[in-house]
């Protein structure tokens, strides 16, 4: 796909009706096909690093001060092993619905040699693990869409709550469905030449699965009360954000850190990591932990 038709494709999501839903038709990732696709993916230089780095980077200035943190669809713990990395003085828990991917987060953690990760397997519709009142903060990334209905993810968002202490911080992170088809595929395929051919599948039925905005703004007011507000990014939804009030990253040393882990980021992946900065920023969200 040519980057020429981005105009084509941000113009068609302004005066097309929205796309309907299509649920995930593997709702957990339990294939060692998918697991593998999805991880290698994930990991060193691959295609997600500019995205895991842009949410650890705001995970990690959101949980500043929180002793235990849930996050809930881990998978295969790429990106929480990273925010665990950043922040070895917080205990993290995993709660992934897949044992296979539990499995593969656990000897990713393991290789890593992080004392600060436990997993459980549960789902995040009822995580029985997890006791009423005991998370200083919830994040959750690119694990939603998987949920089979809105009454799904209406049930997580209760679970959310039920799970947080009071003034408990939240960061739910995922993709948004586009509203024409030709943007769908224009994303899902946009990396084709160097990802997985499996990874760009799972991509394009995500988001046919993803839920929308305004599925986001009802279940942030209806059970999450004020403290949460909903982001976008910029004119195209492809990222949603539930998350609670942030201030900007005072440790001069993660800071420091985080910019590191930025520039040693291979230049395509610098670069859309500041467009994902750019396009949250332009929809609001402020305090850009790498400005
Ligand atoms: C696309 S992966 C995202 C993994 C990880 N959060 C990341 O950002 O790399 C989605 C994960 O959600 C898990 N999942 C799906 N439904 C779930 C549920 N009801 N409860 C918990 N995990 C679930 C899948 O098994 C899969 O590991």
Redesign the pocket.
């Known amino acids: 796909m040519l980057l020429s038709m981005l105009p084509t494709v941000i113009r068609e999501n302004l005066v097309s009706r929205t796309l309907p839903r299509e649920p995930?038709p593997d709702?957990?990732?339990?294939t060692p096909e998918n697991?593998e696709a999805?991880a290698v993916a994930?990991r060193i230089d691959g295609v997600?690093s500019a995205?895991?780095l842009f949410?650890s980077a705001r995970i990690t200035q959101l949980i500043q001060g929180c002793e235990q943190v849930v996050?809930?669809?881990?998978?295969?713990?790429?990106?929480?092993a990273q925010i665990a990395g950043l922040n070895p003085g917080i205990q993290f828990t995993?709660?992934?619905?897949?044992e296979?991917?539990?499995e593969d987060g656990r000897r990713h953690v393991r290789e890593l040699g992080l004392s600060n990760v436990d997993f459980a397997h549960?789902?995040?519709?009822r995580?029985s693990s997890v006791e009423d009142a005991s998370a200083d903060a919830v994040i959750?990334?690119?694990?939603l869409?998987?949920?089979p209905s809105f009454e799904?993810l209406r049930q997580?968002f209760r679970e959310v709550r039920r799970i947080l202490k009071p003034d408990g911080r939240l960061y739910l992170v995922d993709l948004g469905r586009l509203k024409s088809l030709k943007s769908v595929l224009y994303f899902a395929y946009m990396n084709r030449a160097h990802q997985p051919h499996l990874f760009s599948l799972?991509y394009e039925r995500?988001l046919r699965a993803a839920f929308v905005r305004e599925d986001f703004e009802r279940l942030a007011s209806e059970e999450l009360g004020s403290g949460a507000r909903v982001y976008q990014t910029f004119r195209l939804s492809v990222l949603l954000l539930v998350t609670t009030a942030d201030r900007p990253l005072e440790d001069a040393a993660l800071r420091d850190k985080l910019q590191g882990m930025r520039n040693d980021l291979p230049t395509k992946y610098r670069k859309q990591l500041d467009d994902i900065r750019l396009f949250f920023r332009l929809g609001g969200l402020k305090n850009d932990p790498f400005a």
């Open positions: 995930e709702l957990v990732m339990d697991v999805f994930g997600m995205n895991y949410h996050d809930l669809g881990c998978g295969p713990a790429t990106q929480l995993g709660v992934d619905l897949s296979v991917m539990l549960d789902s995040m519709t995580i959750s990334t690119l694990a869409h998987h949920l799904d997580t799972d995500s």
